[in-house]
């Protein structure tokens, strides 16, 4: 198994300028081990060619993984992230080829009934 973490490569989210949260984490990591996080913002992450992992710390200072095992022990400990894309659904409406059709339909109608009504006067004044 070769190693997740790459130093060049190292996000930490959200920024230390506090500016943006990018990311929320739900779950109780204590209870079950399971965390989720939520990205606004997913277009950068490459995950079809690349493996993420993730390393947890409370106060930027020790990253920890698996098993609560420290980095610096061991560069395996990373826990490799699931990616999971959730789209948001759009609004159902109609889509614009039936919008023009009903138009053009309706358009047609208007167009027969006043060349009838055309026809009419025309033949009623002879």
């Not at 992992?53 to 699931?82: A, H, Y």
Request: no cysteine.
């Amino acid at each position: 198994m070769k190693p997740f973490h790459n130093y060049a490569n190292e996000i930490i989210y959200p920024p230390e300028d506090g500016q943006s949260s990018p990311i929320s984490i739900e779950g109780e990591v204590e209870s079950d081990q399971i965390a989720t996080f939520g990205m606004n913002e997913y277009k950068w992450l490459n995950y079809k060619q690349k493996i993420y992992g993730v390393l947890i710390s409370n106060d930027r200072n020790i990253f920890t993984g698996k098993d609560g095992i420290d980095i610096k022990d061991d560069q395996n400990v990373t826990i490799q992230l699931e990616v999971i894309i959730e789209e948001e659904e759009k609004e159902k409406s109609f889509p614009i080829g039936i919008i023009v059709g009903i138009s053009v339909g309706a358009l047609a109608i208007i167009t027969v009934i006043i060349i009838i009504i055309i026809v009419a006067v025309f033949i009623s004044k002879k």
